[in-house]
């Protein structure tokens, strides 16, 4: 039976599905395959290569010296042994079905191993997943591969329902069409239709058709040749309207290998079909892989800033589940009233531990651009601790029209989907590697041997030099609104002139600090808030081309790292910067602006000038004026504050970039500074900078705190230490209660001493857009600093490029961090004496230990 299609939405639904911007003429996009109604076709039974007696139910599908995969080829479900310790890890939870809390969907989704987010055509968000839109109907189906399996499920059914059928019949077409049936198809259609008793209709019965009576009643229609002409004149005769329903049918699969002693597992984005109209905005996979349940002790790791621990069934059900982007916050997606003051997600892992027996590292290999990891524990959704990521597919933000003195607001999509696969290794660990710091160590071995980490330097390389190094921030000049007899003007206000900035070098060097990496802010093209860097002027408030020649030479003198500091994906309109042309557009079509962080209100001003995201098409650009620019002056280095810190997409009509191609854009930049031969200081350090820096400032040294978790972890460190020098914020403008705090995580999490000045006193930064630097005039802070360095220095110099090779909590507030040499460090946070490994450590104090091999 064929049947007309109409509308049931007014005119502003057109406009809806415009502004939807998904095409069906891309990968991920609906086409012919997802629309079918064809059956689908589960394919050959899964033939086992071998079984396992603890396993009952699962195939053997694929082996390698480490590992055993298995497969459930009724629900989709794997499970991988560890030969080398007898470990198994299930995709899914064993004893889902005595789950006593899940219940519903919650019950259906610890069967599934993939989650799709999809949005309708009125924005709103709908979720499908691999069991109860799937494996229910029985459409899943596998293929072997190369070490493994390929399990593909098609989403939903093309079966005709009641819907299809009109909604309403008149009584003289209920008489026509029952005069063409015989006696089987007229109860048919009595069965449909009830007799409205106040209107002369026959209304459809949708209690009655399901199952067979449905199958009789549409045999009944075309028995009696009703058309698409019939429909269009019984709902103009009696007025009502009808869009005959969509089969919403979805593909989408996933690809288990075999890789060495990992699992490796693939999401194929051109693999995700949808139809038009219904983009899927996010991939969940595998949320329950290894997840614990309420008689099981261990700790989901989360990366949230330098590592958090959240400890099975803490009880924590009354809290936010944990959820972090990777790499921040996409700022072309930000609300202008967001503002965000969670520590980033800078390395794309997460894992569980199961205490004393095993761990499982997951690390994302494609798709961390667009990742999110989430994580919970047990009673508030079911009886599991678990973690898993999701992908961000296709984003969506809303428009609104205005016409009449009427607001309408309508969805908005990315144009099309992410161009990057999801893929996610899972590395198995067991014995004394099953914790956090056997976690990061095979983190640090697997980024060695992917060029993930820069080549590590010895204390022959370095000639000898020990001496930890000491992070100063110097800012030349801000722009500021002055008068000239009572007439508003802006102009460069000096804070540390080139020369004052000797001043303060000599007078740290004085105090015996010489192991000085130096970055300088705003020194060029108007100051901090420097125009885009396509050109390189430098400022002649702070003293102009000659006096950067002059310093270069007098800090190279002194042996000290110079890194003039550099803005390259956040801009302040200017003369070489446009923002209808220059900055990356937002899902609504506009500049994305980002407003400054008002403290007061904790939300960002909007009364105040903003800056603008630079499209990544133009990052490469300004990396190249940048290095014209600098060349000439031989620093020797360059700060990036933004570069490995930032990663925004561009929305251009027509031109979109995604963030998975911002981040290669990014890579590329690094590369090529890189190339250039100089030293780059950079600010956050997200995990696709790390090969190409020699110094992060501003790394994590710690969590959020999130209420979900339990405890913070300097996982980034034991990653990067020993490759990478480090700091955290300076110690001037952070929230430390005093220095001794701050001296006790500079040596448990094995960091340099961080300060940012400025030579002019603090009243100069006074009704300017950087109140933000309070308390930076250098005389208030020099001999506090000189004092801590000469502290942190003392201990950790002996260690200067040692790896932290393990690391514990003791007690509450106490904390013990080994180096690869043997040596350690016992710090005690709290305000009173404590004992630990038989030595007594004073308030707010540390004892070292062990010795250099």
Not at 571 to 583: C, L, N, Q, T, V
Not at 724 to 738: E, K, M, V
């Amino acid at each position: 039976m064929r049947m007309v299609r109409k509308p049931l939405l007014i005119a502003c639904l057109a406009a809806m599905i415009g502004l939807a911007g998904c095409s069906g003429s891309h990968p991920g996009a609906a086409d012919e395959t997802a629309g079918t109604t064809d059956a689908f076709t589960p394919g050959a039974p899964l033939a086992a290569s071998f079984t396992d007696a603890q396993l009952s139910g699962m195939k053997g599908i694929a082996e390698n010296e480490y590992l055993q995969l298995f497969v459930d080829d009724q629900t989709g479900a794997i499970a991988v042994r560890d030969k080398r310790s007898g470990d198994i890890w299930h995709s899914n939870p064993p004893d889902r079905d005595q789950d006593p809390i899940a219940s519903g969907v919650n019950k259906d989704l610890l069967s599934a191993q993939l989650k799709l987010d999809y949005y309708n055509r009125f924005g709103q968000l709908q979720s499908i997943n691999t069991y109860t839109d799937s494996v229910a109907h029985k459409q899943i189906a596998f293929e072997p591969i190369p070490d493994g399996v390929r399990v593909t499920w098609q989403f939903g059914t093309a079966e005709r329902t009641a819907a299809d059928l009109p909604l309403m019949l008149s009584e003289a077409r209920f008489k026509e069409l029952s005069g063409k049936l015989d006696r089987t198809g007229q109860r048919a259609l009595t069965i449909a239709y009830k007799k409205d008793p106040d209107k002369p209709v026959y209304v459809r019965n949708d209690s009655a058709l399901s199952g067979l009576q449905l199958a009789r009643t549409f045999k009944a229609f075309e028995d009696a040749g009703y058309t698409e002409e019939d429909l269009q004149q019984d709902t103009e005769e009696l007025g009502f309207t009808q869009e005959k329903p969509e089969a919403r049918i979805f593909l989408a699969a996933i690809e288990y290998t075999l890789d060495g002693d990992n699992l490796l597992v693939n999401v194929p984005v051109a693999d995700i079909r949808y139809p038009e109209g219904f983009p899927v905005g996010e991939v969940s996979v595998l949320s329950f892989f290894g997840a614990g349940g309420q008689d099981d002790r261990g700790s989901i790791f989360v990366p949230d800033g330098s590592g958090a621990l959240i400890h099975f069934n803490n009880g924590k059900t009354m809290v936010p589940a944990y959820r972090q982007t990777v790499y921040g916050t996409d700022l072309t997606m930000e609300r202008t009233e967001d503002a965000i003051r969670e520590q980033a997600v800078r390395l794309p892992v997460f894992g569980i531990i199961r205490e004393g027996e095993s761990a499982f590292l997951a690390i994302i290999e494609q798709g961390a651009s667009v990742a999110s990891i989430n994580a919970d524990v047990a009673g508030r959704l079911n009886s599991y601790n678990y973690v898993y990521p999701s992908f961000q597919m296709i984003n969506k933000d809303e428009v609104t029209l205005q016409a009449d003195d009427q607001h309408r607001t309508l969805p908005k999509f990315q144009e099309r989907p992410v161009r990057t696969d999801f893929t996610i290794r899972y590395a198995f660990l067991s014995g004394r590697e099953a914790s956090y710091a056997g976690m990061a160590q095979y983190y640090q071995q697997y980024l060695e041997r992917t060029g993930g980490l820069p080549r590590r330097q010895t204390d022959r390389e370095t000639d000898g030099e020990t001496d930890m190094p000491f992070y100063l921030q110097l800012i030349g000049s801000i722009d500021k609104k002055k008068h000239v007899v009572g007439i508003p003007y802006r102009a460069l206000e000096p804070l540390t002139t080139f020369e004052q900035a000797k001043t303060i070098i000599r007078r740290l060097q004085e105090r015996g600090v010489h192991r000085i990496n130096l970055k300088y802010a705003g020194w060029f093209n108007g100051g901090l808030d420097h125009s885009v860097p396509e050109r390189i002027a430098v400022d002649r408030a702070v003293g102009g081309s000659r006096g950067l020649r002059e310093f270069t030479a007098f800090v190279r003198e002194q042996g000290i790292s110079f890194f003039p500091d550099v803005a390259v994906v956040m801009a302040h309109s200017g003369k070489s910067f446009r923002e209808s042309k220059d900055a990356a557009r937002t899902l609504r079509g506009v500049p994305a602006a980002i407003y400054p962080l008002d403290p007061a209100l904790g939300r960002r001003d909007v009364g105040r000038s903003p800056s603008y995201v630079v499209s990544p098409r133009l990052v490469g650009s300004y990396v190249e004026g940048m290095l014209d620019g600098i060349a000439a002056y031989e620093t020797g280095g360059i700060s990036l504050r933004d570069l490995a810190d930032r990663l925004n997409s561009d929305y251009r009509k027509r031109r979109t970039i995604d963030r998975a191609e911002s981040e290669s854009i990014s890579v590329r930049a690094l590369q090529r500074i890189h190339e250039a031969d100089l030293d780059i200081m950079a600010e956050g350090g997200n995990a696709y900078a790390l090969p190409y820096v020699t110094d992060i400032t501003n790394a994590p040294l710690a969590s959020s705190g999130f209420k979900i978790e339990d405890e913070t972890i300097p996982f980034y460190q034991m990653v990067i230490r020993g490759y990478i020098d480090y700091t955290g914020a300076p110690f001037n403008l952070s929230h430390y209660p005093n220095e001794r705090q701050y001296v006790l995580r500079c040596l448990e999490y094995g960091s340099g001493v961080s300060f940012t000045w400025i030579h002019e006193p603090n009243y100069k930064v006074k009704d300017t857009d950087h109140h933000d630097l309070y308390a930076v005039h250098y005389a208030l802070w020099m001999d506090k600093a000189a004092d801590i360095y000469r502290e942190v220095n003392e201990v950790l110099k002996d260690v200067r490029h040692e790896r932290i090779v393990a690391h514990e909590k003791l007690d509450e507030g106490v904390f013990k961090t080994v180096y690869e040499s043997g040596m350690s460090v016992i710090v005690n946070y709290n305000g009173h004496p404590v004992t630990a490994e038989g030595r007594t450590i004073e308030a707010e104090s540390y004892v070292t230990g062990g010795e250099r091999s």
